[in-house]
């Protein structure tokens, strides 16, 4: 038995390797396959449940549940483009699972679908390594097509559906606030999602201020024995919250200059 696996993030470039996909594989044979990180734009998911419904095929979702501030709380970090354990807890892992899940069930050839363009070798190049080690055919098939992210874009506009709002400031249509975005990407990310920015700069300042520090690898540690004392208050929240996140706002301002 096969399966074929779209990876479905909510982007342009995945809902249009799906399209693409049943062009080519029965359509009882694919899966749209989406794990939710909890951190989305709102227009993302819009996106997300429009594209599928013009596919006519259903979301199958298999998340772990917790949001990427909550797996940071957990893992003790805060993730980062050279650390991002966020993206292997919330889609890696849940991927394999996913694998597992169908292996168990019988199926015994599995093709993943993955939305990669040209532009993207370092990530084909990775993902292809992976698909190696874990015994499944992986296929890049706008790729292999020649096929753009605009064209993509234009795609869907032609078909009735509006892409996700990110892209128009973002190359991307990743968590907000994406812990792999970069300077840039984090800068306009504090234009357009304020909010979310404002609870990302106050965890910052929060494992600072209060001398908790992150390690890769352990849990939360106390590092003197002023710290071990620090409880996190409704009051300081608000200090810290006025203090320290007002200022990431003024130097982000700056930068736009």
């Known amino acids: 038995m096969r399966k074929i696996v779209v990876g479905f993030s909510g982007g342009v470039t995945s809902s249009e390797a799906a399209v693409l996909a049943l062009a080519e594989y029965p359509r009882e044979e694919v899966v749209l396959l989406w794990h939710d990180t909890k951190k989305e734009d709102a227009d993302t998911y819009r996106f997300l449940r429009e594209s599928a419904a013009w596919i006519g095929l259903p979301i199958t979702e298999r998340s772990d549940g917790r949001s990427v501030e909550e797996v940071e709380l957990d893992e003790g970090a805060l993730a980062n483009n050279r650390m991002a354990f966020c993206s292997r807890i919330l889609k890696a ?119 908790i520090r992150f390690s890769k690898t352990e849990r939360w540690k106390k590092s003197s024995s002023a710290a071990s004392s620090a409880r996190l208050t409704a009051k300081n929240l608000s200090t810290l919250a006025l203090a320290s996140v007002a200022l990431d706002f003024i130097v982000l301002r700056e930068l736009c200059i």
């Open 93 to 211: 892992e849940q991927w394999a699972k996913y694998l597992a899940e169908i292996r168990a069930e019988g199926v015994t050839e599995v093709v993943k679908i993955i939305g990669f363009s040209s532009r993207e070798w370092q990530r084909i190049q990775r993902q292809t390594m992976i698909a190696e080690r874990d015994g499944f055919k992986i296929r890049f098939i706008l790729n292999e097509k020649g096929i753009s992210k605009q064209q993509c874009a234009d795609n869907w506009i032609a078909r009735g559906i509006q892409p996700p709002s990110m892209y128009k400031w973002s190359d991307h249509a990743n968590c907000v606030n994406c812990r792999r975005g970069g300077k840039a990407y984090m800068i306009a990310s504090a234009q357009h999602h304020p909010a979310e920015f404002v609870q990302l700069s106050l965890m910052r300042r929060i494992h600072y201020s209060t001398g």
